[in-house]
């Protein structure tokens, strides 16, 4: 079993960061792909960004490439979500999940373990 927490939400104004944190427990974290979803209210939950175990392939949505950026410490059991320019619609719950696919998947379907959820807020 896979324990993920998430940190790091929180209110921002127009153009400003965030860094989103998951730290992982209970599994070897490097045999793990890590991705970061997240929800908005009344819609469905949708890929940000995910990383392989080796972090050699990474997936972005198209609507955050080059805004976010995600990465991960091997060594720390922990994968980030750098988020900069956030614009109001980057409003939303934030996920992070991780899969022991053979391959990086980018549908939450993959993803066997997810966490709790972080909120962003991006509002004047």
């Known amino acids: 079993q896979v324990q993920l927490v998430e940190s790091g939400g929180g209110l921002v104004q127009p153009g400003g960061s965030l860094r989103l944190s998951c730290a992982a427990s209970?599994?070897?974290?490097?045999?793990?792909?890590m991705g970061w979803f997240r929800q908005a209210p009344g819609k469905e939950r949708d890929i940000v960004a995910a990383?392989?175990?080796?972090?050699?392939?990474?997936h972005y949505a198209d609507s955050v490439k080059g805004r976010f950026t995600i990465s991960r410490d091997n060594t720390k059991n922990t994968v980030y979500l750098q988020m900069n320019t956030l614009i109001p619609e980057d409003t939303a719950v934030y996920f992070c999940?991780?899969?022991?696919?053979?391959?990086?998947?980018?549908?939450?379907?993959?993803?066997?373990?997810w966490g709790q959820g972080t909120q962003v807020t991006v509002s004047t």
């Open positions: 999940a991780a899969s022991t696919s053979t391959v990086l998947p980018t549908r939450g379907t993959s993803y066997e373990h």
């Open positions: 209970g599994r070897a974290f490097s045999f793990l792909h």
């Open positions: 990383i392989s175990r080796s972090s050699l392939s990474i």
